[in-house]
């Protein structure tokens, strides 16, 4: 039948011929499932029981799994899965009008399937396309720069079945915007410069044989010249990690080194989910050598012989291209066996991809997803340094940081360091969006005002910026003085500017929304807390909030502070706190009293009641409020 | 005993031994810290937060952190308290809690809990969600109105019963425990009602058919005495069993 999936006797040949190719390796469930919903469109229940049974897991545990990921369906979602960004930015670019446009024309209520079973329409987290929204995923891949008439010839090609394969190419562009370049995004290297410049480092005292080449691998740190020469490079830099908590890079890696372990893992931290950054994107788009570059870099220094790059599911269609380049780098000998002719030096990267999950930005939680688990960050001490992917020394780097560490392998520690604050060294890469002329990305050195950031991209009478995301801070004009740095305000990236007609109540209330929808669910406070924040902030929405709600939002920011076992739920209050304070006329003219009122109109409720009785007198209506 | 290295809960010395966490440690020499998701007998995993306590000066879950020599542990302090009442309100306002009407109540680790911690009001609006039963087994009713998602059940059935017959399903609030079939049905698994799986249910989501109210209310566990009193007699004392 037309429309329908393409359930046939094969599915289970299919299937096993994906679990076949991933190893039958429990840990790889996560791409299992993700090769089994692009094969169906969805994960049939009868791939379900295959997949357990072809593993040797628990049918439940493959379940539980597939059921924790927002982009594995386990009932058909449409032959078309249509699913609208819905970062703050998209729908301030039209995001809504535009699926409420898409839901009218194909018949189709948001969040359901067609009655055909032709299409489904809905929303999610922010897919990474802020400086080109908004944006919308069709069976994963990324349409951006919506347009009224884009999105009424989306609606045409669903209605006719057109395949994606044969949709305008020009559809899926997805532009890198580079608006300033400093040294990471100008760094002007061939593929393997980073590699040979760390091996020529340690030269000088390079007698090993290959015989005795696994012995600076495996923690003999006195006999490894050149890794612990590399290794000193990148700490004198004083790099820190660029992925928001800047933890000193140098120090990370000397840990995992002197872990004692099976083997080490170098792991690329790919899962850019933070509502608001994308800079990762152009990085593995446009910077992908000097990527692996400084992943092997990584490998070379820790004695690590595996990689991963984490690759959040959004950014799906860039899997290709970054296969390609490994295979380039594999021809080219940057990668394999005697990297660059040195023997010992083993190094291979395999990519995994997301599925849907903010949560799997936190270090713990990739590992687990890597796994092939629920992504639930783990209980720590211990940290992944020493017992990370399967429970081995494991170093989990965001892509920026990575390429930084390839820089400083060619150029040294003092370069770096000299550029950028005392405790914040060299550049940041930050993903501009929002009310600004020139949206995309714009390295700086650490240390730049705000002020000259929203010169720089054109921003119109900005209000507030949001820096780093909404688990970061939102500051108003006010502070545009301030520096962007560990010293001042950290951030990783995402740098969202809202202009003087915006309402910060309603950009709260969205990034609200989003940390309850990809909270983990683990553990009590953040399960319960962010989704009573939701009920909170849309009962200020639709005009019934009192001062009730405050003292209660106040209330549940504790009780987030005090217990949630990671970092989701510790910044989940973070966007309310920081709009009541700097904007707190936005929600007190939202409420209906500034006293308590009950959640619902109890005169209104009575409407019904004086309607059937046909009377309206003033003894048929409670008394108003004095 | 003094040779042991020791932490100060609450300004008074708690020894213990390899590998101990906080609230083994506790719980052994005879120290209540409140909690719900922890039991002596399986691998801790802090998922609850009643447990939370500062630990130099950090809030941690008492029952995954390891005991550390010389560390100073605050458990019992207004805010704490506040803190547990307030997660106790949240884990009622997330399912559908009717004692009165609930065969496990008397028996109830969240009721008494509740109680002993002193939770006076709801506190939170009720979500009131759609949480079929299943009674599809002839001796064992499951009544996901009342799970607070504590995974006693995952980690009996799997650690004690060497079976599989639970599972975790979904994400946030929608979070969920599920059942080991395709049917999604507990009949089609393969739980016996001898399993420490379902004995080990802290409130009325597992059930035995049949032997419901056999104990009248106001005789049951702990309307003889409080939580904390129960759960200092339950706890292992490997310490004191040593010193004998």
């Known amino acids: ?43 049939p229940p009868r791939a379900v029981s295959l997949i357990a049974r072809s593993l040797r897991v628990p049918y439940s545990r493959v379940r539980g799994v597939a059921s924790f990921y927002s982009f594995f369906a386990l009932e058909p979602c449409g032959r078309y899965r249509v699913l609208f960004s819905d970062n703050v930015t998209d729908r301030m670019a039209g995001s809504e009008k535009f699926l409420d446009a898409m839901c009218h024309r194909l018949w189709v209520e948001p969040g359901k ?68 370049a ?93 509502p608001g950054t994308f800079k990762d994107r152009v990085l593995l788009s446009r910077y992908a050598d000097l990527l692996f570059d400084g992943m092997t870099v990584a490998a070379y220094a820790i004695g690590a012989s595996h990689g991963f790059v984490y690759l959040r599911g959004e950014y799906r269609y860039l899997l290709d291209a970054l296969e390609a380049t490994l295979e380039r780098r594999r021809a080219a000998k940057l990668l394999g066996h005697g990297i ?49 992917y399967l429970q081995q020394p494991t170093i989990v780097n965001n892509v920026e940081t990575l390429c930084a560490a390839a820089l400083i392998a060619v150029h040294g520690g003092e370069w770096y360091r000299a550029l950028g604050t005392l405790k914040s060294s060299g550049t940041k890469i930050l993903s501009v969006a929002g009310d600004v002329a020139q949206p995309g990305v714009y390295e700086y050195p650490f240390g730049v005002t705000v002020r000259q950031v929203l010169e720089d991209c054109g921003a119109r009478n900005p209000q507030a910026v949001q820096v780093s995301g909404p688990s970061g801070v939102c500051i108003d004009a006010t502070e545009f003085d301030r520096r962007l740095a560990f010293e001042d305000l950290p951030t990783a990236g995402a740098f969202t500017v809202f202009d003087s007609s915006r309402d910060m109540f309603e950009v709260a209330r969205n990034y609200t929304h989003f940390f309850a929808h990809e909270s983990c669910g683990f553990c009590t406070p953040c399960r319960v807390g962010t989704s009573m924040l939701v009920a909170a902030m849309d009962k200020i929405h639709a005009g019934n909030g009192t001062q009730h709600e405050l003292r209660e939002i106040n209330r549940l920011n504790q009780v987030l502070l005090m217990s949630a076992h990671c970092g989701l739920g510790h910044t989940a209050c973070n966007p309310i706190l920081d709009t009541l304070k700097r904007f707190r006329p936005a929600y007190e003219r939202k409420l209906r009293s500034l006293d308590f009122t009950p959640a619902f109109d109890l005169d209104g409720a009575l409407a019904r009641a004086r309607q059937m009785t046909g009377r309206d007198d003033a003894a048929a209506h409670l008394e108003s409020q004095p | ?5 020791t932490f100060l809960l609450d300004g008074i010395e708690v020894p213990f031994g390899p590998g101990q ?127 607070i998602l504590c995974e006693l059940c995952v980690r009996a059935a799997r650690e004690v019963d060497g079976k599989h017959v639970f599972s975790l399903a979904g994400r946030g609030l929608d979070k969920h425990l599920i059942v080991n079939a395709e049917s999604g049905r507990l009949v089609d698994t393969d739980v016996a009602v001898t399993d420490k799986a379902v004995e080990v249910c802290p409130v009325g989501v597992i059930l035995r058919k049949r032997v419901g109210f056999a104990v009248p209310i106001g005789e049951r566990r702990y309307d003889r005495s409080p939580i904390s009193a129960q759960a200092l007699e339950d706890a292992p004392r490997p310490l004191e069993r040593h010193h004998d």
């Open chain 2, 21 to 147: 966490t906080v609230m083994q440690a506790a719980l052994s020499a005879g120290r209540y810290i409140p909690h719900l998701c922890y039991h002596p007998e399986f691998k801790p995993h802090g998922s609850c937060k009643v447990c939370t306590a500062r630990i130099d000066g950090r809030l941690m879950a008492a029952c995954t952190t390891p005991a550390e020599s010389a560390t100073v542990v605050e458990s019992d302090t207004d805010d704490l308290n506040e803190l547990r009442r307030t997660l106790v309100q949240m884990l009622f306002a997330e399912g559908n809690h009717f004692c009165p009407s609930c065969e496990k109540s008397g028996n109830c680790g969240l009721q008494a809990l509740g109680y002993d911690l002193g939770v006076m009001t709801a506190g939170f609006r009720h979500l009131f969600p759609d949480r079929p039963v299943d009674a599809s087994h002839p001796e064992i009713l499951l009544d996901f109105n009342r799970c």
């Open chain 1, 340 to 388: 660059c002719g040195q023997p010992g030096l083993d190094f291979d990267i395999q990519v995994h991809v997301g599925a849907g999950s903010y949560v799997c930005g936190e270090e713990s939680a990739l590992i687990e997803s890597l796994e092939g688990k629920r992504g639930v960050p783990r209980n720590r001490p211990p940290y992944p340094v020493t017992h990370g």
């Open chain 1, 182 to 274: 400093d040294i990471l995004l100008g760094h002007g290297l061939a593929p393997g410069d980073p590699i040979r410049a760390a091996l020529q480092r340690g030269a000088r005292g390079w007698s090993e044989h290959a015989a005795n080449a696994r012995s600076w691998r495996e923690s003999f740190v006195g006999a490894a010249e050149g890794p612990v020469a590399t290794l000193e490079e990148v700490k004198r830099s004083n790099l820190r990690g660029r992925g928001g908590a800047g933890f000193t890079t140098g120090i990370k890696w000397e840990a995992c080194r002197r872990a004692t372990g099976l083997a080490r893992y170098v792991v690329c931290n790919a899962d850019e989910g933070e």
């Open chain 1, 1 to 43: 039948m037309d429309g329908l999936p393409d359930i046939t006797a094969d599915l289970d040949p299919r299937v096993r011929a994906i679990v076949s190719r991933w190893g039958h390796e429990p840990t790889r469930l996560v791409q299992i499932l993700r090769e089994v919903h692009e094969a169906f469109g969805f994960v």
């Open chain 2, 1 to 5: 005993m003094s040779e042991r290295p």
């Open chain 1, 113 to 180: 399937v067609s009655e055909d079973g032709l299409v489904s329409v809905g929303r999610t987290s922010c897919t990474g396309l802020c400086d080109q929204g908004p944006a919308l995923l069709v069976n994963g891949r990324a349409v951006p720069a919506l347009t009224d008439e884009r999105v009424g010839r989306i609606c045409e090609l669903i209605l006719s079945c057109t395949p994606l394969e044969a949709w305008p190419e020009e559809f899926f562009a997805v532009r890198d915007n580079v608006r300033r």
